[in-house]
Each structure stands twice: as structure tokens, then as C-alpha cells.
Nanobody, 123 residues
């Protein structure tokens, strides 16, 4: 239902823009977010927009470097990643759902997931 793309190989300090598109208007009335996951590790919160679309939230590790946004008319979600670091290397997943408090850092509280796109940052 969600399809993420835009990953790739970039040098440290560079930028990438991830996109996620939905087959339906999944982003209109749901919280949406980006998570990332390294092999053998749990999926970690990166950024989210709450269900109202009015508030954004970021993990401390990406605050000031990443920007999450969405376009309801296009059923699209974006993650602009600037000043990338080698430690940002991961598979990135987009998500949508209705967490009880309007947004969440917990992957389990999202219902819809994209397939993941690999971001590799070289030093």
C-alpha cells in the first residue's frame, strides 16, 4: 500500500530526499513517519507528523538535519535529509497509522509500511 524510494549512495555531508507514495489517501487522516533499521537491530524512529498534520517530531540524532513533510493531494510523504553522516546508513521505512496519542515513536503503533529503501553514507 506504501512504496518508498529515493535511497542511494551519498558522501558524508551530502543530501538525499526520500519519497513515499500511497495507493489511497492513507496520509490524509493518519499519523505518518519515517523509521530506519540496521541489520539485526530494532526499527528506530526518525521523524513523524501527527494525524492532524500540524506537528512534526524528530529523533534527537536527526533534528536540524532532516525534514519530514507530506502532500495529501499527491498522497506523498517526504524526508529531506541534509548533512548526512555515515551513522545515518540504514534501510529507511515510511509508515502510517493512528497511534493513540496522535503520533508515536513506536513502530508497533503504525499499521501501514513501505518496503524500505537503502541509504548508504560513505565517509
Amino acid at each position: 500500500q506504501l512504496q518508498a524510494f529515493g535511497g542511494g549512495l551519498v558522501q558524508a555531508g551530502g543530501s538525499l530526499r526520500l519519497s513515499c507514495v500511497a495507493s489511497r489517501r492513507t496520509f490524509s487522516n493518519n499519523a505518518v513517519g519515517w523509521f530506519r533499521q540496521a541489520p539485526g537491530k530494532e526499527r528506530q524512529f526518525v521523524a513523524a507528523i501527527d494525524w492532524s498534520g500540524s506537528n512534526t517530531y524528530y529523533a534527537d540524532s536527526v533534528k536540524g538535519r532532516f525534514t519530514i513533510s507530506k502532500d495529501n493531494a499527491k498522497s506523498a510523504l517526504y524526508l529531506q535529509m541534509n548533512s548526512l553522516k555515515p551513522e545515518d546508513t540504514d534501510v529507511y521505512y515510511c509508515a502510517a497509522g493512528l497511534p493513540p496519542v496522535g503520533w508515536s515513536i513506536l513502530a508497533a503503533e503504525y499499521d501501514y509500511w513501505g518496503q524500505g529503501t537503502l541509504v548508504t553514507v560513505s565517509s
